[in-house]
């Protein structure tokens, strides 16, 4: 496969999207013109991606991306994202398509659905591996984004506006698209008087935290263009298990991920390095959600949540030269 013009649909979510990059690298490297359909909210992130980004903006406006595609003359597509949208688009483009990405079988599905646990997977391969298969492309373990030196300079304007030396601070991201995954504020108190150096709170989370002043709380402070390389000016980042965690990945910062409700079996960990370690304690009951949905433990026990603030600061140091 050389030569192609290919259409990637994967419009959702931002960590699903950067779990594409190696496979998207892979498709561009072997000589291919490549697109990636995504939904029109991760657009800021479109000039550090390795392909031509196009915007999905909802149902009303789908023909007239079929028309943006279709005058691309795209010969193969592939499908990351399998939804009804995606469906009716590449049916609409009529190119062949080479690859449709299933997350769970039928019987995986229903487990979940009907709040069954601990959901277990036959296919645990990462998700950034099941995407190179259905692509057919042999990608490496590199998702790291494509950042201009310029771009990194407006970004050593924006953290030294808040009083922050670049590689001189911890960055701590402690919300999450659904409640099983949030870092808790007690873990969050306790680890303050182990971290030693300053360390600031960054997100678009608004629920109260009730932390120490150690925390600077920079949430909503960086758009999401420039959070890429705010993140990679950071000694260290600490995370939940989020899109953030998968960004600070791509930009090749020491990462700490903390998983509770979720689990690695999922497939949705950070691409493994050496600068990465994930922080997640090993249960029979877990993972009990696919997503971290659960507001309440089934069990009543929410021992997922038992992570201690010295189990991270023990994994923050083993990747972070402090």
């Known amino acids: 496969m050389s030569g192609d013009k290919i259409i990637v649909f994967r419009l959702n979510a931002m960590g699903d999207i950067l779990l594409a990059i190696p496979t998207l690298r892979a498709l561009r490297s072997a000589g291919n013109q490549v697109h990636l359909v995504v939904n029109e909210k991760w657009c800021a992130l479109a000039p550090f991606i390795p392909a031509a980004v196009h915007y999905y903006e909802g149902g009303a406006k789908l023909l007239t991306l079929v028309s943006e595609l279709r005058a691309l003359k795209p010969n193969i597509i592939f499908d990351l994202q399998s939804k009804l949208s995606t469906i009716i688009m590449r049916n609409l483009l009529g190119a062949p398509l080479m690859g449709v990405y299933k997350k769970r079988t039928a019987v995986e599905q229903f487990v979940a659905a009907t709040k069954r646990f601990p959901i277990k997977l036959k296919d645990q391969r990462p998700v950034w591996e099941k995407y190179a298969q259905v692509c057919g492309v042999e990608a490496d373990s590199n998702p790291l984004l494509e950042m201009s030196p310029e771009y990194i300079d407006e970004c050593r304007d924006l953290i030294s506006k808040q009083g922050l030396t670049e590689k001189e601070f911890i960055f701590v991201h402690p919300d999450a698209s659904k ?46 263009y420039h959070l890429p390389g705010v993140l990679s000016l950071a000694r260290g980042v600490i995370s939940s298990d989020s899109g953030p965690m998968h960004l600070a990945r791509a930009v090749d910062v020491p990462l700490v991920a903390l998983f509770f409700q979720t689990d690695v079996s999922l497939g949705f960990a950070p691409i493994p390095s050496s600068k990465t370690v994930v922080v997640s304690n090993e249960l029979e009951c877990k993972p009990c959600s696919l997503h971290g949905q659960n507001k309440k433990c089934p069990l009543g026990h929410f021992k997922c949540r038992n992570i201690s603030a010295e189990q991270v600061n023990k994994a923050l140091k083993s990747v972070v030269n402090l």
């Open 179 to 224: 409640p099983g995954k949030e870092i808790p504020d007690e873990l969050l108190r306790n680890l303050a008087p182990m971290l030693e150096l300053p360390a600031a709170i960054v997100g678009t989370g608004t629920r109260e935290l009730d932390v120490p002043e150690k925390y600077l709380d920079l949430r909503n402070e960086f758009d999401l």
